[in-house]
């Protein structure tokens, strides 16, 4: 808050709920346009199956861990994947792939939801986590809700060269 008001020129305390309110929706402005997750969150990925390949892309990268991976088998009963027969690849991009010698579980239920892979992503639990480009867009998009746009689009211009570079692919 202290950041954003600081960005903002805003010394009043009389706005604090509404400058919060308008940073968490910039931030998810921010996390829209990139398909990333800025602070660290928990998601669930679901599949109506496991794939025939050996490696699953999750959404919303950096990911940090995964949680859990589960399937419903035949007999509509929950059942965890151990994590000895899974990798998360070490750069965060969110490729979950079979360990060697491991294989999907065979006998899953296919239908929507049957598999869950629950899994943690972001950069970090603080705003210092995050890279400076992404924050400063941040700070723009927070501008832009509090301030109004600019007639130029100047800062909509900046906002996006800022996070092209971040764009999940």
Do not use: M
Not at 98 to 116: H, I, M, R, T
Not at 124 to 140: M, Q, T
């Amino acid at each position: 808050l202290t950041e954003a008001k600081t960005q903002l020129r805003e010394t009043s305390s009389d706005f604090d709920a509404q400058i919060t309110s308008q940073i968490g929706a910039a931030r998810h402005a921010a996390e829209t346009r990139t398909g990333r997750s800025l602070i660290t969150q928990t998601w669930k990925a679901t599949l109506s199956a496991f794939p025939s390949v050996d490696t699953i892309q999750l959404s919303r990268p950096p990911v940090q861990s995964i949680t859990s991976v589960t399937y419903l088998d035949t007999d509509d009963v929950r059942q965890t994947f151990a994590a000895a027969n899974y990798t998360l690849d070490k750069f965060g991009r969110g490729f979950v792939s079979l360990a060697e010698d491991a294989f999907w579980p065979s006998g899953v239920k296919e239908q929507a939801g049957s598999v869950e892979i629950t899994f943690i992503c972001g950069y970090g639990s603080a705003s210092s986590d995050v890279p400076g480009d992404l924050v400063n867009a941040v700070r723009l998009l927070l501008e832009d809700s509090y301030c109004g746009p600019l007639p130029s689009n100047a800062r909509d211009r900046s906002i996006k060269a800022l996070l092209l570079t971040y764009v999940a692919r």
